[in-house]
């Protein structure tokens, strides 16, 4: 293996592969997706020292218990050296697939040596193919340790990666409706959790909406409800602050952004327009590490219409999802549209205990069959993502705190 590079700061390096894993690998989008890692144990190699050629198979015997104990059966693995394996995840990607590969060596680690040093976990991620090697980029371990377990937003480790500045947080948008209703939007973040791996993969972005003469928050349903110029202002607005979001949160060990929007202004080429032409969302930004999160899909949303704009969207972005509501007959249609994934918001959860919950599993037997990706959003406790992991559920996320609950409760 050889370094890109002689520059100390570009960590960038290429790694020799066998001709049936680049067979496997070629043409597939599993590089793409960040889906792609490779795993050292050369602080093993180095412990064993002269006794390695000795040991080094009861070393790759153990790695191959740990793969086969966390990736799926269709999930690829090989050794690709004598002290490096290429791991490939079907289902999983970005920071998921990371915190899989760390957790893996965590574990050969602690066996073989009684402990794992945060300098030995030896990650890097696949970022191309060039002349049968792989060009690997190596991954900050510690960073993908501080999103493991942290679930709360305003105490994760990873509002150091996604704040996006005083600034952009002390300035609401404000504006008047076509029916004359003065309304306030602010912005929380809330981070979305993969229930399996329990990391933050994605940071979804929250629109908050405020009836300011009443001081009372706009539930979801009412904001279906307005003018379709008034749901393109605030997509618009949303859109403005997640350009500000992005400009802090790139890189290789941050999670994705998803952006919550309306099918009505994203079905029209002025709203695309919108989407690709917001300064600072640049198309690259977009198809690396954006999703699209349609809102307002219903029983009345037209399939063909749906699959039309999900494909014409999923050609600019990373992928989308569509929100549901708790509603018989509501995934009907949306499996031809090859979403992303979809997710069910806690406020459109009403009624008693009982019923929520029986909301929650029938959302999570039915979506799994739909797409990849299942997620129960805008949680007001902990304590229900066991409730969504129940459900068979793949993430979870906490609403964060109204800004404006927040300031009144400092001040």
């Known amino acids: 293996m050889s370094f890109d590079s002689t520059d100390p700061d570009d960590k960038t390096r290429r790694v020799a592969l066998p001709a049936p894993v680049l067979h496997r690998l070629a043409g597939t989008d599993l590089i793409a997706r960040g889906s792609v890692n490779v795993i050292s144990v050369k602080a093993i190699r180095a412990w064993a020292g002269d006794w390695w050629s000795q040991k080094r198979g009861d ?15 269709n999930d690829m693995r090989a050794r690709i050296s004598d002290s490096e394996f290429l791991i490939a995840m079907n289902n999983d990607q970005g920071l998921a697939a990371q915190a899989t590969s760390v957790r893996i060596l965590e ?16 990650i890097s991620s696949v970022i191309g193919l060039q002349g049968g090697e792989a060009v690997c980029r ?29 600034e952009a947080r002390r300035t609401p948008v404000a504006f008047t409706t076509a029916s004359g209703a003065a309304l306030r939007v602010d912005f929380t973040l809330e981070h979305v959790v993969n229930l399996r791996r329990n990391v933050t993969t994605a940071i979804r972005i929250e629109p908050m909406v405020t009836h300011l003469g009443s001081g009372r928050q706009a539930s979801s349903r009412a904001i279906s409800r307005l003018p379709d110029r008034d749901i393109a202002f605030i997509d618009e607005a949303t859109l403005k602050y997640a350009a500000l979001f992005a400009r802090g949160a790139q890189g290789y060990n941050v999670p994705d952004l998803i952006l919550p929007a309306s099918f009505r202004t994203l079905g029209t080429q002025r709203g695309r327009d919108l989407l690709t032409g917001t300064p600072g969302l640049s198309l690259a930004l977009l198809r690396g590490g954006v999703m699209i999160e349609l809102v307002d899909i219903t029983r009345g949303t037209p399939p063909g219409r749906l699959i039309e704009v999900v494909g014409l969207l999923k050609a600019l972005t990373r992928g989308v999802i569509a929100r549901v509501l708790p509603e018989k007959g509501a995934l009907l249609g949306l499996k031809d549209a090859r979403l992303a994934g979809l997710t069910l918001d806690a ?5 008693p205990a009982e019923r929520v919950a029986m909301d929650i599993m029938t959302f999570g037997r039915d979506a799994k069959s739909v797409a990849p990706m299942t997620s129960l959003q805008g949680l007001v406790a902990e304590g229900y993502f066991a409730a969504a992991d129940t459900a068979g559920l793949t993430h979870a996320a906490l609403r964060a705190a109204h800004p404006v609950t927040t300031t009144r409760a400092a001040a």
């Open 59 to 73: 070393v790759w015997t153990y790695v191959e218990r740990k793969l086969t104990e966390h990736l799926d059966r």
């Open 107 to 122: 574990d050969v680690l602690t066996h073989l040596l009684g402990s794992a040093d945060l300098n030995d976990l030896g």
């Open 138 to 166: 190596r991954i900050d371990a510690g960073a993908v340790l501080a999103a493991r377990a942290r679930r709360d937003s305003q105490r994760s480790p990873m509002r150091r990666t996604t704040e996006v500045g005083d």
């Open 347 to 351: 406020s459109d959860l009403t009624g």
